[in-house]
């Protein structure tokens, strides 16, 4: 017999810990929703605007935090953060500021390290492209700033400007919570089409589940959403409900094999069954996803930082959390209401509760 | 058998076809061009990973609209001191409005019906002598198409010219009011593409009427006389380096002629080897060039661009339609001036609303990072099939290699963009795709501890796993596609290869695969399967 992860066989009593798994889930989303006003939505630029200059001095320049920090600010930034970024000998940096942050008080400018040709030449180009001349845009604050420390520190090599006006952070953050809504709705839908009213709830409760989580982590440990984080919701959402779906359909497949056993017993016997492939299927995604987070590199990172945790929720969400609120759903709601499974799309309304033979081998059995 | 082996034909040549296009890539662009049997487009790559700026523009459309009534206001003096009387006291835009004061109550009737007659404004408000006027909203969205267009013929010509702008550089237009700019590789300079965007390389050809080393001693001669009059302005010559005044000249303040009628503008070298831009005007403008010229021998004539006198040589006699402007530049300013002088004054300005701009060494180090990651989640995923499934893992990976292929393959074919994110996705793909025959497995080994033979459970096992894997991937095609329509710049990568790569490895998964177990068991009595 082949080596398997989970021993054939196995019979976990994953329902009869559903309270302490609802518990779990309970402290987990509330927990996120406390942190809000505490952390509060820490977001990256791409939703609340601002400005990213990332930079690298040339090898052996005689720079540090402070240095480049009393540059930044002479050259008209007052708040901004500097960071230094990956291996000790490499002076990389990261300027972040924020759209407020560039003063507009006119001793900046003289105090910024530029010779006379540089002022003149940036006054110039300031004028040129319309730009308000007591306020200079924050695209020539970037090059003031990196002309500025390029004097003072020598060489640099610009790795990455990015800036996101007011306008253009406003649009991203509408578009990305519509992104969110619309992918939801879309999915409750499909959802809606697939499976019987008994299904659905308990598939979008996960759903809610999975994203409510992953999020409320982020919010926790004060990690920034940006597009990339929305990339991946959107990617969990999409991908989370992938476990359900396996347990849903061997759910409704025992049913029909088991029509005179227990609902919990169904639903026990359901979740062990596929306990291993729920596992095998998110070891190679997180596998997948670990070697973006560890190797990918520093732009991809909360990327995979925010798939790896919602594949890891997702997981629990679909062995601990799908199956009991089926349950629930159905002891509340559900008494007498029939034993029709997932539909197959070619399997109609009239013909679809069919019990015996007949009816089993329209509804096509899944694994 | 026949049919299995027409099957597995087809499959193989599919697989080939796309592989061959994902190869592709790799090879030289220069030499796929030259070659007939090889592709000439493939897949690009995103400015994430080949470096480059990537600008979303803000077109001040509302500066469009000003100059317009300003326009107005203009006609309106102008047939006001001609035609009529209506004895005009004071004018002024201000924003999006025109306000006129009249000298009479009767006479602000008559400018009324005057300005609504054009078409293009309505009155706002009327009271006594003071009209107010604004835009009709068919005039605002014609003057805000039409300023679109211009900024966008411009900035075309500056930047995205195949021939005179940077090679290989985008400009297009987004939404209603906004200019797409995309610069790739590092060809220029951030600061120095900066530059592009002024708002005019408006040049000017004035007669000098005056001239003094300083504003202020130039200023001090007039001073008896009140000043130096409405239709006089005074303009400096600086020292490049220092921004140091070497002159200031006393000019008309209209134009004499203006860089409109240019039609080419290059860079040369004077004898001393300083660089020079030489331009030449169109017919028409050669005609007032010459007569303005012919009218002025003796004179200074100044060049001024921008408000600023580049040089101011005394005209010797008469001069064509051709020029040079000796300004005191670089080599590289006189270049810009060029492109600058060339593409005509943008009439609007622009400004820089978003901004994702990646240094070529930043590209370079995605493109490792991307790579690397690549590979190991390929190599972990690899082993973790083959060490669990055996035979019918090394099946797995096949698929999932012949997966990476038609995924490459379909986006070459339409010339799709690989961004950092995309990567991500196909990553994401490789963990995903082995999924579905993570499942398809898992229901094999199920069906042959119930005591199926391997046949029975092999088939039990792809056709029970179907819909399970369709409904997976419909999900997450579904968020992919929605993250295409309200992604952008490099995310919509993601959702590029992620939709791809969901279609592809469904295909694999379910056709590849089985057909691998159609090849070897298939129809063999075999005691145990390799699982």
Redesign the interface.
Known sequence: M????IP?GTHIDFLGRRRIAFVVSAVLLLAGIAAIPVQGFRLGIDFAGGTEV?L?FAPGADVDEGKVRSVVGACGVNDASVVRYGEAEISEFLIRFREGAVGDDADDETRCPLS??Q??EFA??D?????DESAP????I??RL??GLRNVMGDL?????????P??GDE?RR??V??LL??CA??VA?IAF?FSSRFAPGAIAALVHDIGITAGIFVLFGLEFD??V??AL??I???S??DT??IY?RIRENMELHTKHDLVDVLNRSVN??L??TL??S??????????L????E??RP??VA?AIGIVVGTYSSTFIAAPTLLFLETRFGEGAGRSGPR?PKESGTKGRGSGKAGGKAA???? | MSQLRLRAGTALAVVLFFGFLTVANFIPEETRIGNPLLPDQGLRLGL?LQGGIHW?L?V?LD?AEEQELSFLRKHLEEVDAEDADWGIESSRVDGPRLEVVAGSPIAAQEVREWAERLGSVETLSDEGTTLVFELTDVARANVRQRGMDQVLEVLRRRIGDPVRGIPDSVVTRQGSDRVLVQIPGGQID??RA??L?????FLEFKIVRDADQTVELLEARYEEQGGIGDDRVIATE?E????RVLSAYLLDREAAITGDYLTDARVNFDRQQRPVVEFQFNTQGGQIFGELSAANVGERLAIVL?E?VYSAPVIRSRIGSRGQIEGRFSAQEAADLAVVLRSGSLPI???????????P??GA??IS??L???I??LV??VA??L????LSGGYASLALLANLLLLGGVMSLFGATLT??G??GV??T???A??AN???F??I??EL?AQKTPRGAIAT?F??????IM??N???????L??F?????P?KG??VT?SIGVVTSVFSALVLTRLMFAIHPGSRPVESLS?
Request: hydrophobic letters at 50%.
């Open positions: 082949p080596f398997e992860i054939s990332q690298r006379d040709a002022r003149a110039a180009t004028a040129a492209t319309g730009a845009g924050t695209a020539a970037v090059d990196v002309a090599e610009i790795l990455r400007v990015e800036y996101v006006g306008r253009v991203l578009d990305g519509l992104a619309i992918a879309m999915i499909y697939r597009l990339r929305l990339a959107l990617a959402l999409g991908y409900l992938n779906i396996i359909d069954q596929t291993s492939r095998l299927t070891i190679t995604t997180l596998g997948a996803v670990l070697s973006l560890v190797v990918g590199g732009v991809i990327f995979a798939m197959h096509r059995a899944r694994a | 994430d979303v803000g001040k500066v951030r600061s900066r530059q965007l002024k708002v005019t390389g600086r490049r380096e220092t921004d921008d600023r300005p622009v400004e820089i609303e978003e901004e994702r701009t990646v240094g060494a930043l180090d995605s990072a991307g690397r990651a690549s190991l989640g972990i995923i973790f099939v060490g669990y499934y055996r950092l994110p990567i991500a990553v994401l490789v963990g995903m082995v999924d993570v499942i398809i898992e229901r080994r199920e501890r096992g056709n029970k796993a179907f819909w399970t409904d997976a419909i999900t997450t095609l579904i968020t992919a929605v993250l329509e309200y992604g952008t710049g995310i993601f959702a992620l699982i």
